[in-house]
């Protein structure tokens, strides 16, 4: 599966969209706030930038897609002001894969860019915000062209389903499952995690040739606790909801082949891994990092809701805006409803038994002078 | 009206969409080949720029948008190569404004980098394309960071309905008209030639503040062939337009009130009038200029069409495709189809008697070093 052309999270914002159930990804983004903040202050105290590139790579749609910038410009109006100099140019970057919703984007931007001259009045410079498709999986800018680099819940995704996932006549080595489970075969794990380190590298080193000296980077991404990938949360959604799909299949509603030949282009890294392969790559120095642990709904109570959704379709509902656009594409679009309605099932007996969370890293990144 | 967020050309590829009706603007994009051409190759012969920035300004949606860029990336290379000089990264903006399907034309850009890698090999060089959405009178892009920047069918579109259409007591002062019209009182000429002298004034001033000494700019747009605008076929198409409401109103179809608060935020100037604004706004010299007619329907015979639509409806299906965005706001979508009907059969009845073209201009400016 060619990630680059299907991967999108849902588009506008009905029930299933990802406009309506991304607050897990919103509270993730809050969570890497004062590294961002940190971030900005220190690229302002040690350069005076005329223009400042900005980047947010794997931006999404809705509500979140401005959040990240709004606060960043935030952070650079109030920093420039404490050091008594003018704001720099901003010119913003907007990254997602090309089949995002960026129309959903454009048409918030009127009332951001008003609310922008309200609220910050004669000392607010030039903000210039653009769109930028593609992969991060490549050069996506101009040379030297980025002072800050952000990302949120986008790294875990791979460029591409790991190769190695069959065996020499075409079977699928990882049956029964969609992610790497404690019954995957080792080649399996293996296949994954150098997926991933590839991935990974071609992120860094094509970031290094469009960031400036100095510039800085805040990457936030789900990972794992353990180096051991088949232990932990890590891979428990995926678990579900390849029980889900086995359910479908004991009842003739989807070939058992459809999900042996299915496998997530995603992968949880443990923080060793990521550091390791910064260190191995070169370009960057880590400058600080954390992980930490957030509740699979997010934690949240819906407020002022008479019926509020069971937690388990809450789950159900955030992971169905992620993924939905590679499993229709792989099963059709005709199973999703009742696979989501039994995954919401199945996620809420499991969350009743246990309290299933997310790891989240965090890390901050310098490209060197 | 604001013009920012409303006008859009009709998006998607149904047979009322601008895709599928926009083989005029096409055609214009034809005639201003060589001026492009022109001012490549002299950017590129006077200058060794390591990026060139490169700017669509009123791009749209559909098979125009990537044209003008793909034309204009490959008389870059076929320069660089005649220069025997490497190929400087191409940093490109599509713009349009905020509510343009954007997502359209970022669907067509996997196939689009394909090709280029395809067709030039390794000695083409790195491309990156944005999107800005915005106005483009106004700032949108960071300061001295365009090379050339090219503009088709867009600046005939003022940014606002002009003032002064109405008298001091809120009557509409252009009764049973959408533009200007032999029956236009004075008053409203001179408002609608005022708002465009400032409008490009802006226009000109923001570029200006956007490109390099030495960059150029190529700008078509639908002008008009003598001094006074009641006279020759310029404001036909709104003529005609008014007649079909008018039409709609004496069968109570239409409130006439609507009618007469409608303006249209449009103007074909004259080349004089667009000589004597860049005189006068001083930032660029006229390096050239044309002016050329081109058929309602674009001279162009459907090939291979089995039960062809007559040119009435050809004519109204491309105007369609490019104001109905105002008129559904305006008068509401439920009189579309039967406005848009009768104004076929009045353009077809039209034609028969008159063959009746438009007026395109093309200049060609320098920013001086």
Known sequence: ??????????????????????????????????????????????????KMGIADLGCSSGPNALRVISEIVDDVYSTSRLLDRPMPELVVYLNDLYTNDFNNIFGSLPSFYRK???????????????????????RLFPSNSLHFVHSSSSLHWLSQVPGGLEDGCGRALNKGKIYISKSSPECVLDAYSEQFKSDFSVFLASR???MVSGGRMVLSLIGRE??????????????LL???????????????????????????PCLEEVKSEIQKEGSFMVDGHEAYEIDWDGGMEME???????????????IRAVVESMFEWHFGCHIMDELFRRYAEIVEEHLSKTRTRYINLVISLIKPS
């Open 1 to 50: 599966m060619e990630t680059l052309e299907i991967l999108h999270m849902n588009k506008g914002a009905g029930e299933t969209s990802y406009a309506m159930n991304s607050s897990v990804q919103n509270k993730i983004i809050s969570a890497a706030k004062p590294a961002t903040k940190k971030a900005i202050v220190q690229i302002l105290c040690s350069s005076l930038p005329e």
């Open 116 to 138: 922008q001259k309200q609220e910050k009045g004669s000392g607010f410079g030039s903000c210039f915000i653009s769109a930028v498709p593609g992969t991060f999986y490549g």
């Open 208 to 210: 290094s040739q469009e």
């Open 226 to 239: 353990s180096m051991d990938p088949t232990t932990g949360h890590s891979c428990y959604q995926w678990e």
């Open 242 to 268: 390849a029980r889900s799909l086995m359910t479908m299949v004991s009842e003739g509603l989807v070939e058992e082949e459809k999900v042996d030949s299915f496998d997530a282009p995603y992968y949880a």
């Open 304 to 318: 002022g809701d008479a019926s509020p959704l069971s937690r388990g379709e809450r789950v159900a509902r955030t």
